[in-house]
Protein backbone atom coordinates (compact mmCIF):
# COMPACT_ATOMS: atom_id res chain seq x y z
CA UNK A 1 0.00 0.00 0.00
CA UNK A 2 1.20 3.97 -0.40
CA UNK A 3 2.77 5.73 2.08
CA UNK A 4 -0.07 8.23 2.82
CA UNK A 5 -3.82 7.86 4.34
CA UNK A 6 -6.51 9.44 3.79
CA UNK A 7 -7.90 11.10 6.95
CA UNK A 8 -11.44 11.06 8.08
CA UNK A 9 -13.98 8.64 7.59
CA UNK A 10 -14.81 6.91 4.38
CA UNK A 11 -18.52 7.84 2.82
CA UNK A 12 -21.64 5.47 2.93
CA UNK A 13 -21.05 2.89 0.03
CA UNK A 14 -17.86 3.62 -0.31
CA UNK A 15 -15.38 0.90 -1.84
CA UNK A 16 -12.79 0.46 0.27
CA UNK A 17 -9.42 -1.77 0.81
CA UNK A 18 -9.57 -3.78 3.69
CA UNK A 19 -6.71 -6.01 5.53
CA UNK A 20 -8.26 -9.03 7.91
CA UNK A 21 -7.12 -8.29 11.44
CA UNK A 22 -8.81 -10.81 13.39
CA UNK A 23 -10.90 -13.12 12.96
CA UNK A 24 -13.91 -14.30 15.70
CA UNK A 25 -16.84 -16.79 15.28
CA UNK A 26 -19.38 -14.49 13.98
CA UNK A 27 -17.04 -11.61 12.97
CA UNK A 28 -14.18 -10.10 11.33
CA UNK A 29 -12.39 -6.96 12.30
CA UNK A 30 -10.26 -5.03 9.63
CA UNK A 31 -7.66 -2.46 9.14
CA UNK A 32 -9.11 0.22 6.39
CA UNK A 33 -5.62 0.62 4.51
CA UNK A 34 -6.45 3.84 2.47
CA UNK A 35 -7.46 5.23 5.76
CA UNK A 36 -5.48 6.64 9.12
CA UNK A 37 -6.13 3.83 12.34
CA UNK A 38 -9.55 3.12 10.92
CA UNK A 39 -10.93 -0.43 11.76
CA UNK A 40 -14.21 -1.59 10.43
CA UNK A 41 -16.39 -5.01 11.45
CA UNK A 42 -17.93 -7.14 9.19
CA UNK A 43 -20.74 -9.35 10.13
CA UNK A 44 -20.76 -12.88 9.25
CA UNK A 45 -23.98 -12.44 7.32
CA UNK A 46 -22.63 -10.07 5.74
CA UNK A 47 -19.41 -12.35 4.43
CA UNK A 48 -20.92 -14.34 1.81
CA UNK A 49 -23.64 -14.83 -0.59
CA UNK A 50 -23.24 -18.27 0.39
CA UNK A 51 -24.03 -19.82 3.91
CA UNK A 52 -21.24 -20.56 5.63
CA UNK A 53 -20.55 -21.68 9.53
CA UNK A 54 -16.88 -21.33 9.61
CA UNK A 55 -15.40 -17.93 8.89
CA UNK A 56 -12.16 -18.96 8.04
CA UNK A 57 -13.64 -21.02 4.94
CA UNK A 58 -14.44 -17.10 2.98
CA UNK A 59 -11.22 -14.80 4.40
CA UNK A 60 -7.88 -15.28 5.91
CA UNK A 61 -5.92 -13.77 9.20
CA UNK A 62 -3.91 -10.83 7.06
CA UNK A 63 -5.45 -11.09 3.90
CA UNK A 64 -6.65 -8.35 1.54
CA UNK A 65 -10.28 -8.04 0.35
CA UNK A 66 -12.26 -5.26 -0.62
CA UNK A 67 -15.30 -4.30 1.11
CA UNK A 68 -18.53 -1.31 1.17
CA UNK A 69 -19.34 0.79 3.87
CA UNK A 70 -22.68 0.03 5.01
CA UNK A 71 -22.62 2.18 8.70
CA UNK A 72 -20.62 4.65 10.36
CA UNK A 73 -20.41 5.85 13.82
CA UNK A 74 -17.97 8.42 13.82
CA UNK A 75 -18.78 9.63 17.38
CA UNK A 76 -17.91 5.52 18.55
CA UNK A 77 -15.77 4.73 15.47
CA UNK A 78 -17.72 2.25 14.46
CA UNK A 79 -17.38 1.35 10.35
CA UNK A 80 -20.35 -1.63 9.61
CA UNK A 81 -18.69 -2.96 6.06
CA UNK A 82 -20.19 -6.02 3.62
CA UNK A 83 -17.92 -7.86 1.39
CA UNK A 84 -21.02 -10.11 -0.36
CA UNK A 85 -22.15 -6.35 -1.44
CA UNK A 86 -19.24 -5.83 -3.34
CA UNK A 87 -20.07 -6.94 -7.04
CA UNK A 88 -16.86 -8.73 -9.03
CA UNK A 89 -16.27 -5.33 -10.92
CA UNK A 90 -15.95 -2.90 -7.92
CA UNK A 91 -13.77 -5.67 -6.54
CA UNK A 92 -11.36 -6.09 -9.80
CA UNK A 93 -11.53 -2.13 -9.99
CA UNK A 94 -10.56 -1.43 -6.38
CA UNK A 95 -7.62 -3.52 -6.43
CA UNK A 96 -6.64 -1.93 -9.89
CA UNK A 97 -6.95 1.63 -8.69
CA UNK A 98 -5.08 0.52 -5.43
CA UNK A 99 -1.88 -1.41 -7.67
CA UNK A 100 -1.51 1.46 -10.00
CA UNK A 101 -1.36 4.15 -7.13
CA UNK A 102 1.10 1.71 -5.70
CA UNK A 103 3.39 2.10 -8.92
CA UNK A 104 3.16 5.37 -9.45
CA UNK A 105 4.25 5.97 -5.60
CA UNK A 106 7.15 3.75 -6.30
CA UNK A 107 8.24 5.31 -9.59
CA UNK A 108 8.20 8.74 -7.47
CA UNK A 109 9.96 7.32 -4.72
CA UNK A 110 12.48 5.77 -6.75
CA UNK A 111 13.73 9.17 -8.60
CA UNK A 112 13.75 10.45 -5.31
CA UNK A 113 15.86 8.03 -3.22
CA UNK A 114 18.16 8.20 -6.14
CA UNK A 115 18.48 12.11 -5.16
CA UNK A 116 18.57 11.58 -1.75
CA UNK A 117 14.65 12.68 -0.79
CA UNK A 118 12.89 10.25 0.86
CA UNK A 119 9.15 9.93 0.41
CA UNK A 120 8.24 11.78 4.22
CA UNK A 121 10.08 14.69 3.15
CA UNK A 122 7.95 14.39 -0.56
CA UNK A 123 4.43 13.99 0.65
CA UNK A 124 5.41 16.54 3.51
CA UNK A 125 6.70 19.29 1.19
CA UNK A 126 4.70 18.45 -2.05
CA UNK A 127 2.63 15.13 -2.12
CA UNK A 128 -0.17 16.03 0.14
CA UNK A 129 -0.79 19.17 -1.48
CA UNK A 130 -0.64 16.92 -5.06
CA UNK A 131 -3.25 14.30 -3.68
CA UNK A 132 -5.42 17.66 -2.29
CA UNK A 133 -5.87 18.82 -6.02
CA UNK A 134 -5.60 15.53 -8.21
CA UNK A 135 -7.03 13.25 -5.68
CA UNK A 136 -4.45 10.53 -6.31
CA UNK A 137 -0.91 10.46 -7.63
CA UNK A 138 -2.75 8.23 -10.61
CA UNK A 139 -4.86 11.06 -11.66
CA UNK A 140 -1.49 13.36 -11.30
CA UNK A 141 0.76 10.89 -13.54
CA UNK A 142 -2.00 10.88 -16.22
CA UNK A 143 -2.31 15.09 -16.05
CA UNK A 144 0.98 15.10 -16.30
CA UNK A 145 1.13 12.68 -19.52
CA UNK A 146 -1.36 15.27 -21.04
CA UNK A 147 0.42 18.19 -20.01
CA UNK A 148 4.48 17.36 -19.06
CA UNK A 149 4.66 21.13 -18.02
CA UNK A 150 2.90 20.10 -15.00
CA UNK A 151 6.09 18.68 -13.55
CA UNK A 152 8.11 21.90 -14.00
CA UNK A 153 5.98 23.07 -11.03
CA UNK A 154 7.09 20.63 -8.76
CA UNK A 155 9.93 22.32 -6.31
CA UNK A 156 12.79 19.79 -7.90
CA UNK A 157 16.04 20.34 -9.47
CA UNK A 158 16.15 20.16 -13.39
CA UNK A 159 17.73 16.97 -13.09
CA UNK A 160 14.93 15.15 -10.88
CA UNK A 161 12.22 16.94 -13.56
CA UNK A 162 13.77 15.13 -16.09
CA UNK A 163 14.37 11.79 -14.31
CA UNK A 164 10.70 11.42 -13.84
CA UNK A 165 9.54 12.45 -17.13
CA UNK A 166 11.68 9.35 -18.68
CA UNK A 167 10.10 7.17 -15.81
CA UNK A 168 6.56 8.16 -16.45
CA UNK A 169 7.19 8.11 -20.22
CA UNK A 170 8.31 4.35 -19.25
CA UNK A 171 5.22 3.57 -17.62
CA UNK A 172 3.32 4.76 -20.91
CA UNK A 173 5.20 2.28 -23.06
CA UNK A 174 4.87 -0.74 -20.66
CA UNK A 175 0.81 -0.25 -19.52
CA UNK A 176 -1.26 1.13 -22.16
CA UNK A 177 -4.48 -0.01 -21.16
CA UNK A 178 -7.73 -0.81 -23.27
CA UNK A 179 -11.25 -0.12 -22.26
CA UNK A 180 -14.14 -1.76 -23.65
CA UNK A 181 -17.68 0.18 -24.08
CA UNK A 182 -20.95 -0.61 -25.36
CA UNK A 183 -22.72 1.55 -27.99
CA UNK A 184 -26.11 1.30 -29.41
CA UNK A 185 -27.35 2.05 -32.69
CA UNK A 186 -30.18 0.75 -35.51
CA UNK A 187 -31.30 2.25 -38.59
CA UNK A 188 -34.73 1.74 -40.16
CA UNK A 189 -36.01 1.89 -43.44
CA UNK A 190 -35.93 0.55 -47.40
CA UNK A 191 -31.82 1.80 -47.26
CA UNK A 192 -31.32 0.83 -43.37
CA UNK A 193 -29.00 -1.73 -43.86
CA UNK A 194 -26.55 0.50 -46.41
CA UNK A 195 -27.33 3.09 -43.67
CA UNK A 196 -25.93 1.66 -41.23
CA UNK A 197 -23.09 0.24 -42.82
CA UNK A 198 -21.79 4.03 -43.93
CA UNK A 199 -22.71 5.16 -40.71
CA UNK A 200 -20.30 2.58 -38.91
CA UNK A 201 -17.43 3.33 -41.46
CA UNK A 202 -17.40 6.69 -40.71
CA UNK A 203 -17.53 6.37 -36.92
CA UNK A 204 -14.31 3.70 -37.02
CA UNK A 205 -12.67 6.56 -38.92
CA UNK A 206 -12.83 8.49 -35.78
CA UNK A 207 -9.42 9.23 -34.40
CA UNK A 208 -8.19 11.53 -31.70
CA UNK A 209 -4.37 11.79 -30.75
CA UNK A 210 -2.87 8.24 -30.37
CA UNK A 211 -5.64 5.86 -29.47
CA UNK A 212 -6.75 2.90 -31.44
CA UNK A 213 -9.98 2.18 -31.70
CA UNK A 214 -12.43 -0.65 -32.87
CA UNK A 215 -16.14 -1.39 -33.51
CA UNK A 216 -17.37 -4.48 -33.30
CA UNK A 217 -21.01 -5.92 -33.85
CA UNK A 218 -22.15 -7.80 -31.11
CA UNK A 219 -26.08 -8.59 -31.03
CA UNK A 220 -28.39 -5.74 -32.49
CA UNK A 221 -28.57 -3.25 -31.48
CA UNK A 222 -25.27 -3.77 -29.45
CA UNK A 223 -21.96 -2.52 -30.76
CA UNK A 224 -18.62 -3.16 -28.82
CA UNK A 225 -15.93 0.07 -28.59
CA UNK A 226 -12.39 -1.27 -27.51
CA UNK A 227 -10.52 1.79 -26.82
CA UNK A 228 -6.59 0.98 -26.66
CA UNK A 229 -4.98 4.64 -25.02
CA UNK A 230 -2.34 5.53 -22.77
CA UNK A 231 -4.82 6.14 -19.58
CA UNK A 232 -7.84 5.63 -18.83
CA UNK A 233 -8.49 9.40 -18.40
CA UNK A 234 -7.99 9.80 -22.09
CA UNK A 235 -10.01 6.71 -23.18
CA UNK A 236 -13.01 8.12 -21.32
CA UNK A 237 -12.65 11.36 -22.92
CA UNK A 238 -12.29 9.62 -26.70
CA UNK A 239 -15.35 7.43 -26.01
CA UNK A 240 -17.14 10.76 -25.25
CA UNK A 241 -16.01 12.41 -28.13
CA UNK A 242 -16.60 9.35 -30.31
CA UNK A 243 -20.52 9.76 -28.72
CA UNK A 244 -21.10 13.43 -30.00
CA UNK A 245 -19.52 12.33 -33.71
CA UNK A 246 -22.29 9.60 -33.13
CA UNK A 247 -24.97 11.73 -32.66
CA UNK A 248 -23.79 13.90 -35.59
CA UNK A 249 -23.82 11.36 -38.02
CA UNK A 250 -26.56 9.70 -36.80
CA UNK A 251 -28.43 12.56 -38.44
CA UNK A 252 -26.92 12.41 -41.33
CA UNK A 253 -27.88 8.90 -42.15
CA UNK A 254 -30.70 8.23 -40.19
CA UNK A 255 -29.30 6.23 -37.88
CA UNK A 256 -31.01 5.65 -34.25
CA UNK A 257 -28.73 5.92 -31.03
CA UNK A 258 -30.41 4.17 -28.53
CA UNK A 259 -29.05 5.73 -25.11
Keep these: ?3 YKKKGFPGLKDIVLCKVKKILPHSVFVELLEYDNLEGMIHISELSKRWTKNINEIVSLNSVIVCRVE ?3 ESKGYIDLSKKRVTSGEEKSKKDEAQKENHVEKIIEHVLKKN ?14 LLEEYGSLQSFYESCLEDSGLL ?16 FDAIVQKSRITEKKIIK ?7 GLDNLKKFAKELVDFKQDD ?3 GIKYLNSPEYLVSINSSTYKKAGT ?3 NLLKRAGELSQKYGVTLVQ
Aim: glycine letters at 6%; a negative charge.
Design 71 to 73: NIN
Design 116 to 129: GISLKDFYEKQGYA
Design 152 to 167: EDLNFSKKIINELKES
Design 211 to 213: IVA
Design 238 to 240: FFE
Design 185 to 191: FYANGEN
Design 1 to 3: MVY
